[in-house]
Each structure stands twice: as C-alpha cells, then as structure tokens.
C-alpha cells in the first residue's frame, strides 16, 4: 500500500491543524486529464478503528447544535496514532493527544458546516471521482476499496461522507484565499526588486534527496549498530560513480518519501532540519552526506541543486517522455493492465516490439496518434503519482507498469534539458511565491474566525 495519508489540508499548521486532521482527509485532486489542477494532490485511504473495539457511544460536544460522538474521538485517535506510528514518530500519551483530537473534529465540524452555509456543494459525480482516486493512489480497484475498509470496520457510506467533508473544505479553502489573497503588479515589481538585491546572498533554498534507516526508539546497541551499518553502506552505494540515488532510496530508506525515490523538492533551508542543512553545507552539488544521526535513525542525504534567497528559480528542467495507458474498467481490471504492460515491456526490452507502435495501436490516451509523446514538460505539469516515477527515469529508460488514477501506464523518458524562464514566467513564479506565503496566513485567520463564531458545548469528556 502507499502511504496512506500524503498531505494534509491544513498545510503549514501546527499539531492542532496538521497530524490529526491528516488523518482523517487529504486535499482533492483533479482528474482532467493526465495532468492535475494547479493546487491537486493524490488522496489516501484512511484506516478506521476495528469494529470490535467500539464502546457504548455519548456525545463529547455539540458544535453548532452537531454531535461529535466519544466514537468519532475514538476513531480519529487510532487513525492519528496509526499514522504517527507508520511515519516512525514517537506516538504522544493518549492523555496528551486526545484533546487535541477533540479540539481538531471542533474545528473540523465548524468548517464544514461553515462551507455548507456559504452554499458549497459537493456533487455525486465529484465524489464518485474521488472514490476512484482513493482506489488508484492505493493500487486497488472500487471493490478491492470497499474490501479494504469493510476488512478496517468502516462503513463505505461513512467514508463516502467524510470524502465529501474533505472536498467540501478543499473547496472552501480555495474560495476562501480565493477572496483574501490579492497579488498586484506592483507587488510583483517589489518582490523581483529585492531579489536582485540578494543576489550572490548564500543559498537558502536546497533540494535535497532522503534515505533515512530509521532506529527505533530504546534500541540495543547491537541493533544501533546494525542500522548504522547499513545507513553507511548505502551511503557508499550512493557516492559510487553512476549512482542511482532515487533507487536507494526506494530499497532502502524508512522514510514515507523513500517509494518515490526520496526527492523532498525544493524547500527554504528554514523549513528543512537544521541537522540537513548543516551537513550539506559546504558539500557541492550532487554530492552525498551522511550517515548522519538523529532521534529517528541514521540519515544519507544527496544535494540536488541550490538556490538563492527568496529567489525564483531562473531555469527548469523539462523532460520529454512518452507513455501507453491502458484505462481500467468492466472491459479490463487493473491487473489484466498491469500484466498486459509488463509483457510489452519485456518485449521492447528485447528489441522485439517498437514502443510508438504500441502506443498508437494501444494506448487509450490523446497522445496515442503520436506514438504517446507527451512533449517537453516542466515540473508540476502531470499527476504526482505519474511525474515522481517519470523524475525517476533516465534518458532511454523504461519504467514498470505505474498505476494512476487515469489507469495503468508504461512511461519511457526519452531526453532532459534546462531551459531558462522567459520574464513573464519569472513574473508568474513570482505571483505564486508571494500568493503561497500570504495564503498560509489567510488560512490560519479564516480558520480562527470560523471557531470564534461557532458555538460549542462542551458535554462529557471522551474515553479512549
């Protein structure tokens, strides 16, 4: 399975905005076409509470008039300490956690509600899609869905419903910074100003690259040292000329990024540990450090590119690749896909079938009349699920089969270049940087607006 809960919502909050709501929704992505809407993500499948371990339910609060039940408390609590557990984090006391889990389905029920009230809908069709997202980001067809969560004791009509919450607030939230986010030209202006005066500053943005070999917590020594043993040779692995650092990562690394091949993209120095940036500081790029410790195991990390203060990126690189989809349905399950694609795989690797053939006799995509050329792409153009497994290849290769939302793919990378941004496309990165930091704000403010006017009442406290 993959990991089950991507990313949050409520981006950028603190534990009350964050670990718990990550678990129980995750933010809405597109599904026009291969490629995603600008502010899309993968959804995951949320693991419930074993149906046998349900008490005698009462109601914790009232949030507007609406219940919230010691079962839904109950519920968000295994799922929270389910995903702190399956991310190697030290799971808190339950008499430290359960109220923030109480406080996170408070908030959680006035913003939905407030979303309702402000007239916004969530049709059959929508979440029908999303339905089948939660299935592909998981490998699974519906019904392979709907075994898993009967399997975990949830209803489907229940996650069907808190399905429909998370698209609901999805939505609010963009209306929302939609209406409290203003850019202007003149603002833009003033941004490139002070970059340009920060030119030459030292870099405070890395793209780094993550193999983490997690220790658990009170660990023999013995065991300390068999994970640092091998933290150490990946790291030798990694420092070999022609190194393939994305697939150490996936055959090594603990870490939930390690199935995407490790690559946390690129983040300012300041959100990044301090532990990383001070042990990539002085190392070149594509260069390797570690093994590095820290409370979680043993660390490698690979520097991928640098880049100035604050600054824009003044180049991208772009990939042309190609791929043949094969659409899953009642006329082929996913595995019939998978299977059909690896046999063609096989056989262009043996020289015994042409990869544009296949795809223009085959493929059930836009690209097929073109031999399933997708043209010259930059970064964030296709889904997540297809474009991590694309970065991954190199020029001339082939990947395994790879299942979207879309269907089943067959990708191949046919070249790489750096292509520098046009004035008008720095002015539009510049946008999005100055957007994405006001709108954390305006989140966090439209978020503590809609508590202060709900009225809660609190009723008997929760029972773990």
């Not at 409520?10 to 718990?20: C, D, I, N």
């Not at 043993?229 to 150490?248: E, I, S």
Request: charged share 25%; hydrophobic share 40%.
């Amino acid at each position: 399975m993959t990991d089950l809960f991507p990313s949050s919502f409520f981006k950028g909050q603190p534990l009350r905005f964050a670990a718990v709501l990550m678990a129980c929704g995750l933010s809405v992505a597109s599904a026009q076409g291969l490629r995603p809407a600008a502010a899309g993500s993968a959804w995951g499948l949320p693991a419930a509470a074993p149906a046998a371990s349900r008490t005698a339910d009462y109601i914790v609060a009232l949030v507007n008039g609406e219940p919230i039940t010691n079962h839904d408390v109950r519920q968000r609590l295994l799922r929270v300490e389910q995903q702190l557990a399956r991310q190697g984090a030290n799971v808190p006391n339950r008499s430290q956690l359960l109220p923030e889990v109480v406080d996170m389905l408070i908030n959680e029920r006035a913003l939905v509600q407030s979303a309702t009230e402000a007239g916004i809908r969530v049709d059959d069709a929508s979440l029908n899609q999303a339905e089948l997202s939660v299935a592909a980001q998981n490998q699974l067809t519906i019904e392979g869905l709907r075994q898993r969560l009967t399997a975990e004791g949830l209803d489907a009509g229940q996650f069907r419903r808190e399905l429909r919450d998370q698209i609901l607030l999805q939505r609010a939230r963009e209306r929302e910074v939609e209406q409290r986010v203003k850019i202007t030209d003149a603002d833009i202006d003033a941004f490139l100003r002070e970059q340009r005066t920060q030119a030459g500053a030292a870099a405070a943005g890395l793209d780094l690259s993550h193999v983490l070999v997690l220790v658990p917590e009170n660990a023999s020594e013995a065991l300390v040292r068999e994970r640092q043993a091998r933290a150490q040779q990946v790291a030798d692995r990694a420092r070999a000329p022609g190194a393939n650092f994305a697939a150490l990562a996936r055959e090594f690394s603990d870490a939930p990024e390690g199935a995407s091949g490790g690559g946390f993209g690129m983040r300012p120095a300041d959100r990044l540990p301090e532990l990383f940036v001070q042990a990539v500081r002085d190392l070149p790029v594509g260069g390797v450090a570690g093994p590095i410790r820290s409370p979680a195991g043993f660390h490698v990390l690979r520097l991928n590119e640098r880049q100035q203060a604050g600054a824009p990126a003044l180049s991208e690189v772009q990939t042309h690749a190609r791929h043949i989809l094969l659409r899953t349905g009642p006329q082929m399950s996913q595995a019939q896909a998978v299977a059909q694609l690896a046999r063609w795989r096989e056989e262009i690797s043996a020289g015994q079938a042409n990869f544009e053939t296949l795809a223009r006799e085959h493929s059930q995509d836009g690209s097929a009349s073109n031999g399933g050329d997708l043209g010259w792409v930059g970064p964030g153009q296709f889904v997540p699920e297809f474009e991590s497994v694309m970065d991954a290849l190199q020029p001339g290769q082939l990947s395994q089969p790879v299942v979207s939302r879309f269907g089943v793919h067959l990708i191949r990378v046919d070249e790489r270049r750096e292509r520098t941004l046009s004035d008008r496309e720095q002015r539009e990165l510049a946008r999005d940087v100055l957007r994405d930091r006001r709108a954390e704000e305006a989140l966090r403010v439209w978020m503590q607006d809609v508590r202060q006017r709900a009225f809660v009442e609190q009723r008997d406290d929760p029972r773990p």
